[in-house]
Structures are given as structure tokens and as C-alpha cells.
């Protein structure tokens, strides 16, 4: 329950820090759309085309997105050495990784939450009765990218070079998530059902819950000053 | 002191001597005694080199799963220059695996490279662990190193299956394993002497390797020394 209740404390924090400045939460933003206008600029897509890209165009957004996020995640704590504030204080580093895990996926799921509909509209698709399987699907590819981005983002946090280091270390270890979720997407686009999508969302919830456990258990050693 | 440094030189001495005659002994073997393969002819040799390469690779990364996990538990220095030592030489091994793979694979396969799911596995191995070189080198506090470095090694550990899991469902292209199959012992459908010349090959890597770590692991060790003096006449 203290794992909880001081996961729903950190959480809030971070929250009440990012909707007073809103500072990721603007850039991912923009930066998400950005790359909708780069990709149509690239590709030049045809109508046909796009339904099968889509997925595709939409988690190479989400990825560079969520580094964006991934590598400001600690900034906060790093200024004004508040880190080593809150590894003093008698807090379970649990908590703390459920805490930055949690808002980085809040930030995220809100960009997504805009972008895929822009999506939809910017490219004319018609398939709007998919959204809400599609978003069941993002949430939880955002939910493993989150917990091993957390990871992998505390433990690059002491690094030079750290941003370009992140998404080095990272993308390697996300291949499970991108595999998973982009072929997810693909049969639910192409049949319009789950069924054929069931074992990479089996693999995908597989993942979250390995993840998530292995980050409570071993963020001790993660975050350590 | 210099008794057993001479001694333990000694021992890493003869253990390159015996990786260099078994790596010899099986080159003669797999290239001069072991007949071609039915189907692939010649070309198929290559085998010889391919499986352990990728085997000792597999060990090696296991070895930096171990280090890692006994660094984070026990906070001894070795048990990080392990983990450290085994890294490179699984890199290594590595990205030895994939270029004798693209040489058999173009008489074979007719391409270089293709997207099919060990293949791809083997590549992904090989940016997992350079990409812990990497965050190695780039912390400078050398404890912050270490520790992040095992986290990575035991995340890395524990995504592997996962990895394999995915993009076997992706695709899968390559050979299906012919030595170890359910349906017949091994001697009953590979020549013996492909089995003898693999064995061989086998056990010189293995010992190439032992013989490979213990050289990186004392590079390890001496930077520590050299760093102890430093600090003790305060350079």
C-alpha cells in the first residue's frame, strides 16, 4: 500500500511540475505532428498505401517522441540536485520507478491520444470505428516502452553525451515492443478484429509485466547515488 | 608475488598453446577429413567456424549476466572486470558469426544479408552489447560505470528471449538445426567426421576464448593497479 500511495505522491508531483511549465509536454507534442508532415514529405504517400504504413509511421513517431520525453525524464531532479533529496528521504525506490515510469506514459499517451486522430485526418483514413482497439494497442506498447525507457534512462543519467547515448542503448531492447505493436496494428487494420492479433498482444502484455517487475525490484541499484 | 604472476603467466601460456593446436587440429579436420556436405558441397565448411563462433558468443553473454549479477550482489571489482572482459569478446564473437554467415550465405543463400530471424537476433545481440561498451566508456565515475553497466547486463539478459520470440514470429528463413534434431540421434544423420571435425573446432574455440578472456580480464586488473599507484604517489 506505502508503494502506492508514494508512487500516487511522486506522480502527482511530476504531474503538477509538467502542467505548471509544460514544457515536454509542448515539445513532444509538436514534435510528434512535425514528424506526420516529414514522413508525408518523405514518403509522398498514396491513398492505398497509407492504411498499410500507418502503423509503421505512427510507432516511429511514438519512439522518437518518447525518447524526447525519456531524456528530460530526470531533468527536473538533476537541477537542483532534488535527486539526492529524494534518495535520502525514507521513500521505497519502487515507488520511484512506478512514479517516473507513470508520468513519462502519461506524457506520451496524451501525444498519442492527439497524434493518432491527426493521423487519421491528415491522410484521409477512413477506418475510424479501429481507434479504440488500435489505442488499446498503443497503451500497451507505450507501457513497455515506458518501463525499460525509465530504466535506461536512470542508468544513462550520469553519462556524457547522455541523449545520444539513450536511444542507443534503448531501441535495441525495444525490439520485442516495436515488432509486436506495428504487426498488432497491421492485422487489426487489415481484418478489422483482434483475433489475429492475439499472440504479439499476448507477447506485448508479456513484456509490460516482466518489465514493471524487474524495474520495482532492481531500481535500487538503478537509481543509486 | 612474482612467483605467481610468473606461474599464472605460465598457465595462460600453455592454455594459448592448447587453443592453438585444437584450432589447428580442427581446421585440418573439418577442412581436409570431413567429406563435403551433400547439398552444399564445399561451401558448407564454413559450418565448422559458424557454430562455434556464435556458441562461444552465447557463453559469453551469459558470462556478462553472471558478472553483472554477482557485480550488483557482492560489489567485488572482479566480478565487474568479468562481466566487462566477457562483453568485448561476445561482441567480438559476434560480429565474427555474422561475417563468416555473410560469406556462406551468398554461395547459399545467393545474398549477403537477409532479414530472416537468427540472423537478425545475431544482429541485435551485437547492438544490445555494443551499446553497453558504449555506456561504459561514456560514464566517467568508474563505480556509476559498473553499476549501470550491470543493470544493462541483466535487462539486456532478460530481453533476449523475448528478442528471439518476436522475430521468430516475424520470419524464420534459415536452415532448421540438422545436428541436434528430435527425430534422429545425431551420428545417424551426420557424417562422423563432420561430427568429429565440429567437436574439435568446438573445443579450440573454447579454449581460444578462456585463453581471450583471461588476457582481457588481467588488462582489466593492470588499469586497476596502475590507478592504485597513481593515487598512492599522487599523480
Not at chain 1, 508503494?3 to 511522486?10: D, F, S, V
Not at chain 2, 520470419?171 to 528430435?182: D, E, G, M, N
Amino acid at each position: 500500500m506505502t508503494l502506492l500511495r508514494q508512487t500516487y505522491l511522486l506522480l502527482s508531483k511530476d504531474l503538477l511540475l509538467e502542467l505548471r511549465r509544460r514544457d515536454s509536454l509542448l515539445t513532444m507534442f509538436f514534435f510528434g505532428t512535425l514528424l506526420l508532415f516529414v514522413f508525408h514529405f518523405a514518403f509522398d504517400l498514396s491513398p492505398d498505401r497509407i492504411a498499410e504504413l500507418a502503423p509503421a509511421l505512427l510507432w516511429l513517431a511514438f519512439l522518437f517522441t518518447g525518447t524526447l520525453g525519456l531524456a528530460q525524464l530526470f531533468q527536473a531532479e538533476r537541477d537542483n540536485h532534488c535527486l539526492d533529496a529524494l534518495l535520502l528521504s525514507p521513500l521505497d525506490r519502487g515507488a520511484l520507478f512506478l512514479a517516473k515510469t507513470g508520468f513519462n506514459f502519461v506524457l506520451m499517451f496524451v501525444v498519442e491520444l492527439v497524434v493518432i486522430p491527426l493521423f487519421w485526418i491528415l491522410f484521409n483514413l477512413s477506418a475510424w470505428n479501429l481507434l479504440p482497439q488500435l489505442f488499446l494497442v498503443t497503451l500497451l506498447g507505450t507501457v513497455g516502452f515506458c518501463t525499460l525507457g525509465t530504466i535506461t534512462a536512470a542508468i544513462t543519467l550520469r553519462a556524457r553525451a547522455k541523449e545520444l547515448l539513450l536511444p542507443l542503448v534503448l531501441f535495441p531492447l525495444m525490439i520485442p515492443v516495436i515488432l509486436a505493436t506495428i504487426r498488432c496494428m497491421e492485422s487489426i487494420m487489415k481484418t478489422g478484429g483482434m483475433t489475429e492479433a492475439m499472440p504479439w498482444l499476448r507477447l506485448l502484455i508479456g513484456f509490460d509485466v516482466i518489465f514493471l517487475t524487474i524495474g520495482i525490484l532492481i531500481f535500487d541499484w538503478v537509481i543509486e547515488s | 608475488m612474482a612467483q605467481s604472476t610468473a606461474a599464472v603467466k605460465k598457465r595462460k601460456g600453455v592454455l594459448g598453446g592448447l587453443a592453438l593446436l585444437a584450432i589447428i587440429a580442427g581446421l585440418c579436420w573439418s577442412l581436409l577429413i570431413a567429406p563435403p556436405d551433400g547439398y552444399q558441397g564445399e561451401v558448407q565448411r564454413i559450418m565448422y567456424l559458424h557454430l562455434p563462433s556464435i556458441l562461444t558468443a552465447y557463453l559469453s553473454y551469459f558470462l556478462v549476466f553472471i558478472g553483472s549479477g554477482m557485480y550488483l550482489w557482492k560489489r567485488e571489482k572482479k566480478d565487474d572486470l568479468l562481466a566487462h572482459a566477457a562483453a568485448e569478446l561476445g561482441v567480438l564473437f559476434t560480429a565474427l558469426t555474422i561475417v563468416e554467415g555473410s560469406i556462406w550465405g551468398k554461395p547459399t543463400w545467393g545474398v549477403w544479408w537477409t532479414w530472416d530471424a537468427r540472423l537478425t537476433l545475431t544482429a541485435i545481440l551485437l547492438l544490445i552489447y555494443a551499446g553497453y561498451l558504449m555506456l561504459r566508456s561514456l560514464i566517467d565515475d568508474e563505480q556509476r560505470a559498473a553499476s549501470a553497466a550491470a543493470i544493462l547486463g541483466i535487462i539486456g539478459f532478460f530481453d533476449i528471449p523475448l528478442i528471439h520470440m518476436s522475430v521468430y514470429w516475424w520470419r524464420t528463413l534459415h536452415q532448421p538445426p540438422s545436428i541436434l534434431r528430435p527425430d534422429k540421434k545425431p551420428w545417424e544423420n551426420v557424417h562422423p567426421d563432420m561430427l568429429t571435425a565440429l567437436a574439435i573446432s568446438f573445443v579450440g574455440f573454447l579454449l581460444l576464448y578462456f585463453y581471450l578472456l583471461s588476457l582481457r580480464y588481467r588488462v582489466g586488473e593492470m588499469r586497476q593497479e596502475i590507478k592504485a599507484l597513481r593515487l598512492e604517489r599522487g599523480v
